[in-house]
T-cell receptor
Framework: DAKTTQPPSMDCAEGRAANLPCNHS???????VYWYRQIHSQGPQYIIHGLKNNETNEMASLIITEDRKSSTLILPHATLRDTAVYYCIVRGINSGGYQKVTFGIGTKLQVIP | EPEVTQTPSHQVTQMGQEVILRCVPISNHLYFYWYRQILGQKVEFLVSFYNNEISEKSEIFDDQFSVERPDGSNFTLKIRSTKLEDSAMYFC?????????????FGQGTRLTVV
């Protein structure tokens, strides 16, 4: 799986959009970009994933650059409950549903009132 | 929404004792995983389990560890003789083999404290 680079920490004002960047310059054509988060020692929580198109769900949007070497997770209106460590993970296509996750250090997002 | 449940939420054990951590994965999932997170460190993969056998394990998962699916709903992690350095949060996860490229679902964890 390709390596990712994320800033160790970020702040965001409550109600504003939180934009979390991730570099994955060695990503290969069959690797997906996944985002998980972990709120204060709770279990990691899946957010979103994508291959090359931008994706949106009820939690967030994922913007992947055209060359796929970087991506941005966008929380459109951050709340205090979004304070967490956010992990960007690049993984190969897994047939059969095997979903081992290799976590890095992630970005600690602090949402400020 | 279906969820992975873990019990107990917190366990304190004496060094050298055996401990069993329990997990109930999501009912139609067939891949199961254990991870651990030592305080202040990143989440580390321990082992994955499918079709009643270990499919992958990390270097951490040595002979002191074992996993079992004793019945149709539970998935357990046993630490045979606990050490102080086994103190950590342990997370169970599961995934659906009929849904490739979807996500893993994690439980809320068991905090193991070895004294």
């Amino acid at each position: 799986d390709a390596k990712t680079t994320q800033p160790p920490s970020m702040d965001c004002a409550e109600g504003r959009a939180a934009n979390l960047p991730c570099n994955h310059s060695t990503i290969s054509g069959n690797e997906y970009v996944y985002w998980y988060r972990q709120i204060h020692s709770q279990g990691p929580q899946y957010i979103i994933h994508g291959l090359k198109n931008n994706e949106t769900n009820e939690m967030a949007s994922l913007i992947i650059t055209e060359d796929r070497k970087s991506s941005t997770l966008i929380l459109p209106h951050a709340t205090l409950r979004d304070t967490a460590v956010y992990y960007c993970i690049v993984r190969g296509i897994n047939s059969g549903g095997y979903q081992k996750v290799t976590f890095g250090i992630g970005t600690k997002l602090q949402v400020i009132p | 929404e279906p969820e992975v449940t873990q019990t107990p939420s917190h366990q304190v054990t004496q060094m050298g004792q055996e401990v069993i951590l329990r997990c109930v994965p999501i009912s139609n999932h067939l891949y199961f995983y254990w991870y651990r997170q030592i305080l202040g460190q990143k989440v580390e993969f321990l082992v994955s389990f499918y079709n009643n056998e270990i499919s992958e394990k990390s270097e951490i998962f040595d002979d002191q560890f074992s996993v079992e699916r004793p019945d149709g709903s539970n998935f357990t992690l046993k630490i045979r003789s606990t050490k102080l350095e086994d103190s950590a949060m342990y997370f169970c996860a599961s995934s659906d083999p009929t849904a490739p490229n979807t996500e893993a679902f994690f439980g809320q964890g068991t905090r193991l404290t070895v004294v």
